[in-house]
């Protein structure tokens, strides 16, 4: 049974900085495509970032955040810096089967519960 368990949310300043964690049991991580969504109250799911044999990220996130993995460790993370108050959603892990900059939801074949970040301004 594959599971994808974030952590690492929390609340924080405008400006300020957090490191989510992503921990995957139960699938053959270095085959997958990692990646983070987040949504925010009343609007949709959005990309923010993939890792597989590359990185690509949202444009809201380029410059600021930082997805990396840990094969050995099956994690994937992200550093996000520079947090701003529209930042704030529940961000989401997500795995994808192949190695591809996948960005489009339905592309990911599993997700975890999420994690919520909150930005005071």
């Known amino acids: 049974q594959v599971q994808l368990v974030e952590s690492g949310g929390g609340l924080v300043q405008s400006g300020g900085s957090l490191r989510l964690s992503c921990a995957a049991s139960?699938?053959?991580?270095?085959?997958?495509?990692m990646g983070w969504f987040r949504q925010a109250d009343g609007k949709e799911r959005e990309f923010v970032a993939v890792?597989?044999?590359?990185?690509y990220y949202a444009d809201s996130a380029k410059g600021r955040f930082t997805i990396s993995r840990d094969n050995a460790k099956n994690m994937v993370y992200l550093q996000m810096n520079s947090l701003k108050p529209e930042d704030t959603a529940v961000y989401y892990c997500?795995?994808?089967?192949?190695?591809?900059?996948?960005?489009?939801?339905?592309?990911?074949?599993?997700w975890g519960q999420g994690t919520q970040v909150t930005v005071a301004s």
């Open positions: 890792i597989s044999w590359s990185t």
């Open positions: 997500a795995a994808a089967f192949g190695l591809n900059v996948y960005r489009k939801s339905d592309e990911y074949n599993y």
């Open positions: 139960g699938l053959t991580f270095r085959s997958f495509s």
